[in-house]
């Protein structure tokens, strides 16, 4: 379970996020939407600790953010838009070092990570090193890290981002097992198809504000049965306020 409770972030004169509340269950894949400098990465990076807000707070799994970020981390999975590595290392040195990181025993580490590289297609890739990796691989590659812990929140910052189509299948095919399985998945994109494919939930942002929440269904009624692109252009460019058709947000 994600819980965010009056979020805020602020740089210089702008509010890039602005005072923002919404709960993501446990089990529940919600997409996040919104146009470049909406707020949603800014959002992400605090629900992840990479950034530390002006106002309000973050639990993960009932943990706070600020004051456990240890336990709140350790049941975290995240993936940023641009993934980091350690050019160096191979794909497998990178796994294992991902497991060291969670001081995952040696034999689980390997054994989990063994099927995960067979799963996102990386073993032809597995002792070479991440510098001679295409960005798909790459983005393959820091998916199966991300799950490598067996996590029970994943954040996942456009996930889809130079992945083929067999390949997105393969992601999107595990995301959706994954909420299945009582795992809760925020995942951000551009993509409003791939967003109205897998999401219970999405919630659309503008100018650092929630403008629409629910399940797609739910969103396409409040506008009069409007297709989400239309709804998305329309939220996008009037700001409007939320207006939330679920109970999952405070």
Sequence with gaps: MIEINNLTMRFG???????????IPQGELFAFLGPN???KTTTIKMITGLLRPVEGSVKICGYDLASHPLE???????????AVFYE??????????????????VADSDRISGDLMEQFGLWEFVNERIENLSHGTCQRLAIAGALLHDPQVIVIDEPMVGLDPIHARVVKDEFRARAEAG???LMSTHLLNVAEELAGR???MSRGKMVALGTPA?????????????IFLSKVNLGEEVVSTTDASN
């Design 218 to 230: 739910e969103v396409r009624e409040e506008a009069g049965g409007a297709g989400l692109e239309e």
């Design 183 to 185: 795992v809760t998945v």
């Design 72 to 82: 709140a981390k350790s049941l975290l999975g995240y993936v940023p838009d641009v």
């Design 13 to 23: 004169e702008l509010t890039a996020v602005d005072d923002l509340n919404l709960t």
């Design 37 to 39: 400098g909406a707020g």
């Design 88 to 105: 160096k290392l191979t794909s497998r040195e990178f796994l294992r070092f991902i497991g060291d990181l969670y001081a995952m025993p």
């Design 202 to 204: 999405l919630g659309i």
